[in-house]
């Protein structure tokens, strides 16, 4: 997969090269310092994976995510960041990002998540799911638990998104978590697990 590579810390854009070299199926094909460089390399070379530092100079990680999804600049988005605040993760999916890791883990989770977004699922760090986790829910969140109890009632993720408010994108980012949070393949094998749990009723 070709990636394009931006973070405004040269020694740690050194090491992300030299980590994702190493790999077969990664293609590092540009690397940038700044908002507007980071647009100009995904303008010339389209890649499968934007991997993009939220702090750099240059337009902020909002506009940059809206525009590599209006002109549809690469094939996903996955953000390098300090910020464990969960909302903040949120409202990036909802604008468009595949794929949210923590700086402190990246060397252990980056692999993991690139190849995840490339196969179509989202990637979220195991910190800022641990941040989202009230206590004695399974780690759900409300809002992971709003999707089960109506996806359990048999309703779709367009039907879900509507009745919640939010995209149909938002709805299966929530679906990947509770999925990884209660160690299943599927959407039908996280409602069923988390009857038998007690976590949710019909």
Do not use: W
């Amino acid at each position: 997969m070709k990636l394009v590579l931006a973070d405004d810390h040269p020694i740690f854009l050194a090491g992300l090269e030299r980590l994702l070299g190493s790999e077969p199926d990664f293609d590092v094909v540009a690397r940038t310092s700044d908002g507007d460089a980071l647009l100009e390399a995904l303008r010339l070379h389209r890649p499968d994976i934007a991997l993009i530092d939220l702090s750099m100079p240059g337009p902020g990680p909002e506009a940059i995510i809206s525009t590599i999804e209006a002109e549809g600049l690469a094939g996903a988005v996955v953000a390098l960041t300090m910020h464990l605040e969960p909302g903040y993760a949120e409202k990036l999916f909802r604008l468009g990002l595949n794929g949210y890791v923590v700086k402190e883990s990246a060397f252990d989770e980056l692999r993991t998540a690139l190849r995840a977004v490339h196969g179509g699922d989202s990637f979220i760090s195991a910190a800022v799911l641990a941040a989202s986790a009230p206590p004695g829910s399974f780690e759900l969140t409300e809002r992971e638990l709003s999707c089960l109890k109506l996806a359990a009632e048999g309703l779709t993720s367009k039907m879900i998104g509507r009745e919640l408010d939010v995209t149909e994108r938002t709805v299966r980012f929530h679906f990947s978590n509770i999925c990884r949070k209660l160690d299943v393949q599927r959407r039908t094998e996280a409602i069923a697990a988390a009857l038998r749990a007690g976590i949710i009723q019909l």
